[in-house]
């Protein structure tokens, strides 16, 4: 089982379906040379926001898959709270966006795989549950795990091959 490794809540259906998604996202940011990571929010069934990493693109460090996600659903439904999302995302969020996250009430978040140097979805630290917060999320980790990881590790590895054979 690669899902609850931390005692959280377990793969629901349509998890794998959506995580696909998410990879399909991360894979468009490979394609533009940007680290590949993606996310995708789904209300009722339905994807209502997508983004990839942008950040070499954009020349904007906020420019994470997660936040173009958030701005994307929330302009989708005309509201700032994203009460009844699930956000899959497939790298553990970093600080940044595990704040987006919660200030957007991001009601579930699922991701693939962990993130040891900036991981805030309990890696470093749990700011996604945190009770001293007003909003604590639901969380399912480690699912699609070695799909997800693999785009990172191919996508660093061909980068550096590359700036050997230079
Ligand atoms: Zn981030």
Redo the contacts with the bound molecule.
């Keep these: 089982m690669d899902v609850n490794n931390s005692g959280q809540r377990f793969e629901r259906e349509d998890d794998r379906r959506w995580m696909a998604e998410a990879i399909e996202e991360a894979r468009k940011a490979e394609a533009i040379g940007e680290v590949p990571i993606g996310a995708v929010i789904v209300r009722n069934g339905e994807v209502i926001g997508r983004g990839y990493n942008l950040r070499e693109t954009g020349h904007d460090a906020t420019a ?1 898959a ?2 173009i996600a958030i701005r994307e659903a929330s302009q989708h439904i005309e509201a700032w709270r994203l009460l009844d999302c699930t956000l899959y995302v497939t790298l553990e ?2 600080p ?2 595990a704040g987006a996250i919660v200030q957007s009430r991001v009601k579930r978040v699922v991701y693939g795989t962990h993130d040891p140097k ?1 991981g805030c979805a309990g890696t470093l630290m749990n700011l996604l549950q945190e009770p001293r917060f007003n909003h604590e999320t639901e969380l399912t980790s480690g699912l699609m795990q070695e799909e997800c990881a693999d785009l990172l590790t191919t996508f660093f590895r061909r980068l550096r091959s590359r700036r050997e054979s230079r």
């Design positions: 994470h997660e936040m969020p970093c940044m966006c900036a």
